[in-house]
């Protein structure tokens, strides 16, 4: 796949993406999917480069899988823990973006709890920036390994029915699921409690349902959310127990989907809230450690086609991160 062309010198987010990128993206994942099945699971296209993991808010989970992304791939992987930051010492946002850029990486991962936080630092860095998630707004490699889990479960993204349930007011991967599964075709409704329901609901095109069994019916994918109880101002819900009773996924609410519905969640699972055991753990059903498999893949996708436009674009002795910086 030497020929790929990938109009993007930074991942932000799923907005302004179209479709011929999104399948590239999820076309050279597949290969590697197929890698990391394998007993040995290192190669050396990016050997020489350097990614730096800048995490400011706390995930294990999505830097562990970029971090593998990385050295899979054979790059040098350096994680920056927010505890040790030089923002928590009064630095401001730019002047860490700066610092980093001076460092000359090859590819900044970036995580804030700010929505519009990992554009700013895109736009002052010469390097490319792939957005971990940023407040409210995106999380497009969490959209991306989804659709490439559906796509390899059902042979498509067109047409299906998509039911995104639970805390979507503050889900940034809600955002970027709705975003990419509009933009691939599929049909996407929302089903939450009205104060969990986002107040720009209308243009993002969905259809609302504030019960399970109407928002269910007959969907061939039910994508649970966590409730994000740290984002959260005020009691805007009653208590876990009665959120669980009414819009947590058990075996008698998912009689109202398809028979061979499957179910998501981005993880990490509140059991007992959002979702059941019995559910969670169904093995023809759930897919949720497939999404954490196939997310390691994705983000090797992105790294490689970013790094080969920084290399087409530059050269390979001018490229930042290599020679002296160009922009």
Same mark, same amino acid.
């Given at each position: ?24 993206i ?15 699971k ?35 992987v ?26 000359? +990486? ?17 736009e ?47 889900s ?21 409690? +009205? ?109 490689d ?6 290399i ?16």
């Amino acid at each position: 796949m030497d020929d790929i062309v990938f109009p993007h010198q930074h991942i932000l987010g799923i907005e302004g993406m179209g479709p011929e990128a999104i399948t590239t993206i999820l076309d050279l994942s597949e290969s590697y999917v197929a890698l990391n099945r394998q007993r040995d699971k290192k190669r050396a296209d990016l050997r020489g480069r350097t990614v730096i993991n800048v995490f400011f808010e706390s995930s294990t989970r999505t830097r562990t899988s970029f971090e593998l992304a990385g050295k899979r791939l054979g790059a040098d992987v350096i994680n920056i823990a927010v505890e040790a930051s030089a923002i928590n010492k009064g630095e401001t946002l730019l002047d860490t973006a700066m610092t980093l850029n001076a460092m000359h +990486p090859d590819v900044l991962v970036v995580r804030h709890p700010y929505s519009g936080a990992v554009q700013l630092i895109s736009e002052k860095v010469e390097c490319a920036v792939i957005n971990a998630g940023d407040g409210w707004h995106e999380h497009p490699t969490q959209a991306l390994l989804d659709a490439l889990t559906i796509r390899r479960r059902l042979g498509k993204l067109a047409g299906l029915n998509v039911a995104i349930c639970g805390d979507v007011a503050h889900s940034r991967v809600a955002r970027s699921n709705i975003l990419l599964l509009h933009t691939m075709g599929a049909f996407v409704r929302v089903v939450a409690p +009205p104060t969990l329901v986002p107040a720009d609901a209308d243009r993002l095109g969905v259809d609302v349902y504030h019960d399970m069994a109407e928002g269910l019916k007959d969907v061939d994918i039910v994508m649970m959310l966590r409730i994000q109880t740290e984002r959260m101002k005020g009691g805007l819900i009653p208590s876990q127990r009665e959120y669980f009773r009414f819009y947590g996924l058990d075996v008698e609410k998912l009689k109202a989907a398809r028979s061979d519905a499957l179910i998501m969640h981005p993880g990490p699972m509140n059991r007992g809230i959002e979702i059941d055991s019995d559910v969670a753990d169904d093995i023809n059903r759930s897919v949720i450690p497939e999404q954490v498999e196939m997310g390691v893949a994705v983000r090797m996708a992105c790294l490689d086609l970013l790094t080969r436009n920084v290399i087409a674009n530059f050269g390979e002795d001018d490229a930042p991160g290599i020679g002296e910086g160009v922009r």
